[in-house]
């Protein structure tokens, strides 16, 4: 299999010590320390093409769930805690106190959970293409999609979501990139890939994202079919200190069938606020 095209100024990999060991890298020496949370069946390399547009006073920490990438894949079950646990001690191992927390579809379930089980640790959250108050025929879909996962290889799965991740003229004029990102979800291992779904199809925060503190930047595309537009709005009228940007014409991948427009967005927002640095 290709190799996902490397993260320019890559670090290299590093594990957390302990059980499972969390994979993760770190991109720049800025002094603002970001994580990046993939979405699920994916990996760090997903972020190959937003790193580098991303403001160079950034440090980039971006994890691997467990069962994901280069990370260690223990034993079921998967619950949301033990995702949040393991990005604390990846916070732990690179001496960051608190850090902007980028989470895009099921990473920005896992930032929103970690915002409000330790407000201490999160400066700022940018949701990406997030998931929120499902209708009942959102939550059936979302059900039979786990299904899927359960009983289909990755790389089916991969080839069967390119037409809900892109725009048909990005997959028609870039297949060399969507085919990074196929490659990316058909070796993640499918234990991995199942928990973690079984997470994103059944996770409810209801009306708890409301007790989030921090400032907030919510983003989806228009044409998001599971993260969609009503979803964002939704979020945003729950979290007091939030913006939303619905990106036209786009679906689910923004971070990269267009990280340039994203990584603006994020630029300005992280870094025009007054949002602490503390490592």
Same mark, same amino acid.
């Given at each position: 299999?290709?190799? +996902? +095209?490397?993260?320019?100024q890559d670090r290299g990999l590093r594990h957390t010590v302990g059980a499972p060991r969390i994979?993760?890298?770190?991109?720049?020496?800025?002094?603002?320390?970001?994580?990046?949370?993939?979405?699920?069946?994916?990996?760090?390399? =997903?972020? /190959?093409?937003?790193?580098?547009?991303? $403001?160079?006073?950034?440090?980039?920490?971006?994890?691997?769930?467990?069962?994901?990438?280069?990370?260690?894949?223990?034993?079921?079950?998967?619950?949301?805690?033990?995702?949040?646990?393991?990005?604390?001690?990846?916070?732990?191992?690179?001496?960051?106190?608190?850090?902007?927390?980028?989470?895009? #579809? &099921?990473?920005?379930?896992? +930032?929103?959970?970690?915002?409000? +089980?330790?407000?201490?640790?999160?400066?700022?959250?940018?949701?990406?293409?997030?998931?929120? $108050?499902?209708?009942?025929?959102?939550?059936?879909?979302?059900?039979?999609?786990?299904? !899927?996962?359960? =009983?289909?290889?990755?790389?089916?799965?991969?080839?069967?979501?390119?037409?809900? /991740?892109? =725009? #048909? !003229?990005?997959?028609?004029?870039?297949?060399?990139?969507?085919?990074?990102?196929?490659?990316?979800?058909?070796?993640?291992?499918?234990?991995?890939?199942?928990?973690?779904?079984?997470?994103?199809?059944?996770?409810?925060?209801?009306?708890?994202?409301?007790?989030?503190?921090?400032?907030?930047?919510?983003? =989806?595309?228009?044409?998001?079919?599971?993260?969609?537009?009503?979803?964002?709005?939704?979020?945003?009228?729950?979290?007091?200190?939030?913006?939303?940007?619905? &990106?036209? $014409?786009?679906?689910?991948?923004?971070?990269?069938? !267009?990280?340039?427009?994203?990584?603006?967005?994020?630029?300005?927002?992280?870094?025009?606020?007054?949002?602490?640095?503390?490592?």
């Open positions: 299999m290709q190799e +996902a +095209a490397p993260l320019s994979a993760y890298r770190v991109h720049g020496d800025g002094s603002h320390p970001v994580v990046l949370l993939h979405g699920v069946g994916s990996s760090s390399r =997903t972020w /190959w093409r937003l790193v580098p547009a991303l $403001d160079e006073g950034l440090r980039l920490v971006l994890p691997d769930y467990r069962g994901h990438g280069d990370s260690e894949a223990p034993e079921p079950p998967y619950r949301p805690d033990h995702i949040v646990d393991d990005i604390v001690r990846v916070l732990d191992a690179e001496g960051i106190g608190a850090a902007s927390v980028i989470g895009f #579809s &099921v990473g920005a379930l896992f +930032a929103q959970q970690l915002a409000l +089980a330790h407000p201490e640790r999160v400066n700022a959250l940018v949701l990406l293409n997030s998931i929120a $108050d499902r209708t009942p025929q959102e939550q059936l879909r979302a059900l039979s999609r786990w299904a !899927d996962v359960r =009983t289909r290889v990755p790389g089916d799965l991969a080839r069967s979501s390119v037409e809900r /991740w892109f =725009t #048909s !003229d990005f997959a028609r004029l870039e297949p060399a990139v969507v085919d990074v990102e196929v490659q990316i979800v058909s070796g993640v291992d499918p234990v991995g890939y199942a928990e973690v779904y079984g997470i994103l199809a059944t996770a409810d925060l209801g009306d708890s994202p409301a007790r989030i503190a921090c400032p907030t930047l919510i983003v =989806t595309g228009e044409n998001d079919r599971g993260s969609t537009p009503r979803m964002s709005r939704t979020l945003h009228e729950l979290i007091p200190d939030s913006r939303l940007h619905i &990106v036209p $014409d786009l679906q689910h991948y923004l971070h990269v069938e !267009d990280p340039a427009r994203l990584a603006a967005m994020i630029n300005d927002f992280l870094l025009t606020r007054d949002t602490p640095t503390a490592l």
